[in-house]
Each structure stands twice: as C-alpha cells, then as structure tokens.
C-alpha cells in the first residue's frame, strides 16, 4: 500500500477512536478493514498505537455519555464529502442538534 493509502487510514483510525462510537483499537481495526483497509491489522500492530486510540476513544465514550443524554444515542457515521472525494466517514450528531 502507498504512503497516502497509509495516511488515510490513520486520519480515519483517529478520527474514529474521536468519535466515540468505538470501545478500542479493535473495533477500529474492524471498521477499517471494512472500509477497505485491509492492512489495518499490521498498521496498528505496535502497542502504543494501540494504548493511544484505547485512550482516545475511551475518552471520547467518557466525553459523548457526558454529552448525550440517555437514550439519545443516535449519531452516526456519514460520509463527508469533503474530505478524499467522500471516501472518509465522519461522527456527527444528528442535523439541528450540537454535540
């Protein structure tokens, strides 16, 4: 895979562990396989890579349950055009609400 592919999937990976929608690195592996990453696996193999997205989205679950009233769980995963020709989900709440 190419150095750009690469870069890609680390905005992604960190931009999902920011999310809050994933417990830990795994589930991030998971969805970037899914989204076509399939070096995923060996791109987050090293174990600070793996305790810094465990934070971070530990983190972010700490900071949306804080946020996001019981019950409001409906944010979800959109793909933003602005970002790699629309390649590239994002989290975002709902259209008219803040985070």
Do not use: T
Request: glycine fraction near 6%.
């Amino acid at each position: 895979m190419s150095r750009e592919c690469n870069e890609r999937m680390w905005n992604l990976a960190y931009r999902l562990a920011h999310c809050g929608e994933h417990r830990n690195y795994q589930a991030i592996e998971w969805e970037l396989q899914a989204y076509g990453y399939p070096q995923a696996r060996q791109l987050l193999y090293d174990a600070r890579v793996r305790a810094r997205l465990d934070a971070i989205c530990a983190e972010a679950q700490s900071l949306r349950s804080k946020a996001v009233p019981s019950g409001r769980r409906d944010y979800f995963l959109f793909y933003d055009a602005q970002l790699n020709n629309g390649a590239m989900p994002g989290c975002f709440p709902p259209v008219g609400e803040e985070a």
